[in-house]
Antibody
């Protein structure tokens, strides 16, 4: 069974940094793209970026480029999302999700449970 | 970026009736390697992560009830629920995965009339 298990909810103050994790199991972690999707409360889904753990090839949405860092440690089957200089507008649920393996098969077929990040002074 | 536009924003349908959600892409999302459109549909229920329903515009994910179907070509796509069940109340999103950044539609909220 494919599982993506994310780290727990976080409360941060404006200006602080954050690193959340997503541990994959039940599939070949290194050989499937894994990505991050943001969902502001009451709003839609925003694709942030993806990483291919085998070689750390990373693609970002221009909307998030420079604002976040996506990384992965294939030795422990874990992906990370780091956000710096948090603002109240970063309050959201962040989901990790894996793509199906295969070139062009870039939809997300499994999702983590989500990590709620609250940024407030 | 490729813009995905869904309609309607909210849809109310009676139980047992057909529900149709539309999704339009701002450009072609045809993947020429397999001649299929790079379009996925997801269902999101309150407090849950999205769930993949359909990919390649019309291929149903394993375990998804056959009342869910996807169709379309070019830049216009449709998700159809043939006979609405109470458990289908959710927000539905389309997504193009043809070109990075992948992009989602704004979502369609499906309710019971």
């Amino acid at each position: 069974e494919v599982r993506l298990v994310q780290s727990g909810a976080e409360m941060k103050k404006p200006g602080e940094s954050l690193k959340i994790s997503c541990k994959g199991s039940g599939y070949s972690f290194a050989n499937s793209w894994i990505g991050w999707v943001r969902q502001v409360p009451g709003k839609g889904l925003e694709w942030m970026g993806v990483i291919y753990p085998a070689d750390s090839d990373t693609r970002y949405s221009p909307s998030f480029q420079g604002q976040v860092t996506i990384s992965a440690d294939k030795s422990i089957s874990t992906a990370y999302l780091q956000c710096n200089s948090l603002q109240a507008s970063d309050t959201a649920t962040y989901y990790c999700a894996k793509r199906k393996a295969g070139i062009g098969w870039y939809f997300f077929d499994s999702w983590g449970q989500g990590t709620l990040v609250t940024v407030s002074s | 970026d490729i813009v995905m536009t869904q309609s309607p924003d909210t849809l109310a349908v009676s139980l047992g009736e057909r529900a149709t959600i539309n999704c339009k892409s701002s450009q072609s999302i045809l993947y020429t390697s397999n001649n299929k459109n790079s379009l996925a549909w997801y269902q999101q229920k309150p407090g849950q992560p999205p769930k993949l329903l359909i990919y390649w515009a019309s291929t149903r994910e394993s375990g998804v009830p056959d009342r869910f179907s996807g169709s379309g070509s070019g830049t216009d796509f449709t998700l159809t629920i043939s006979s609405l069940q109470a458990e289908d109340v959710a927000i539905y999103y389309c997504q193009q995965y043809y070109r990075s950044p992948d992009t989602f539609g704004q979502g369609t909220k499906l309710e019971i009339k």
